[in-house]
Every structure is written in C-alpha cells, then in structure tokens.
C-alpha cells in the first residue's frame, strides 16, 4: 500500500465555530474523492464525496472543496459541535481502489 | 442499508498462532471486498482487494502467505493471520463494494488484533 502521514495533526476549534480540514493528494487521475470520519475504535464512517468534474458540493452542516489544479481538498464543517471530534480522512481513487490521506485529529473545545 | 459486519471486535492470540477475521455485509451483496490495515495514530492502508470466487490481489509489500483471503461468497469475506507476531498487532477493517469497480465501499466496525 501507499505509504501516508506517521503523524496526525490535530485540529482544535471552539464549539460553535467553523472548522476547515485540508487535505492533499497525489494522483492526478483520480476522479472520485471521499471525507470519512473515524472514531476512536471504529471504521471510517462516509461524511460526503465529490467527483473531479465538481468544484463544490454542500452536505447538512458541511461542504466539500476540489482544486485540481493543486490537488487539494478541503473539508469545512459549520457550527462545529462535540460529537464532530474524530480523525477526518480524505480518500482519492485511482482505479477501483481507495487510497487515504495521512488525517486530521479534530479536537472541539467546549 | 449498507451494513457490514465484523467478527470478532478484537481478539489476542499468543505469538505463532492463526487468527481468522470475518468480514460480512448484511444487507446486500459485495462483489468485492476490501482489507485494511491501521496502526495506531496512522492511516488506513490497503493490503488487499478480493473478488468473489477469484484469488485476491495484494498490495506491494503485502505478504499473501501471511495474510490469507478467502471471498467464498457475495457476503462473506475472510482474513486469517496466519502465524501471527507481535508486530503483526494492528486494526484491521474490511469494506465491501456494492457496485462492480468498488467506487461505494461500505465499511465494517474493525477488528482489534493484539499478538502477545
């Protein structure tokens, strides 16, 4: 497999406040791009996708951003709440396989 | 819809011994299933993709000897760990995919693996 981040940087918001996690990828023929969240002792859970012919797509509190030119994603989550702290990973596919991005703790303050 | 199923949630076993992982979807059938490694504080990476009735593919780096698949049926996946160390201790987590190409991958709950 592709080798990715040793080290999960980590994101702390206030409750309340918007939250934005980035997200790097490397193939350039990827087409189809997916935000999971994971918690503690669980699988990745499917927050939202977005295909490369889209720059943007809006879920319930939170959007998906798509900048082919850099390769780069961004997650933003409105309101941020509580039960939002987990690991965010993005995920690219090149061919018919998942390859994940390094991920992003997500700590909410209260 | 969409659940898949994991069996057991974490298991020890001594060093030397084989571990059998079950990876099911409950509610519909996966053409192809897929196995993952994830160590602490890391990211998730592929080992293998397997296909229904057919042999799986391994990831580069990923010794299949070790690691065996077996994908007998369309709902049912599973990964033995075959003379397990410690540094074989991880979370492992299928997924499986409902539509040929494996582009929607539904994910299971993980196994705990720990190797004394």
């Known amino acids: 497999g592709e080798s990715v981040g040793l080290h999960l940087p980590t994101l702390s918001v206030q409750e309340g406040d918007n939250s934005i996690i980035n997200c790097a990828y490397s193939n350039s023929a990827s087409d189809y791009f997916i935000w999971y969240k994971q918690e503690s002792g669980k699988g990745p859970q499917f927050i939202i996708d977005i295909r490369s012919n889209m720059d943007k797509r809006q879920g319930q509190r939170v959007t998906v951003l798509l900048n082919k030119t850099v390769k780069h994603l961004s997650l933003q989550i409105a309101a941020t709440q509580p039960g939002d702290s987990a690991v965010y990973f993005c995920?690219?596919?090149?061919?018919?396989?998942?390859?994940f991005g390094a991920g992003t703790i997500l700590r909410v303050k209260s | 819809g969409a659940v898949v199923s994991q069996h057991p949630s974490w298991v020890i076993c001594k060093s030397g011994t084989s571990v059998k992982i079950e990876c099911r979807s409950l509610?519909?059938?996966?053409?192809?299933m897929f196995w993952y490694r994830q160590f602490p504080k890391q990211s998730l990476m592929l080992m293998a993709t397997?296909?229904?009735?057919?042999?799986?593919?391994?990831e580069q780096g990923v010794e299949k000897d070790k690691f065996l698949i077996n994908h007998a049926s369309l709902t049912l996946s599973t990964l033995t760990v075959t003379s397990a160390h410690p540094e074989d201790s991880s979370f492992y987590i299928c997924s499986a995919g409902r539509l040929a190409g494996g582009t929607e991958q539904y994910f299971g709950p993980g196994t705990r693996l720990t190797v004394t």
């Open positions: 995920a690219e596919t090149p061919g018919n396989k998942l390859v």
């Open positions: 509610d519909f059938q996966a053409t192809t």
């Open positions: 397997s296909n229904e009735g057919s042999k799986a593919t391994y």
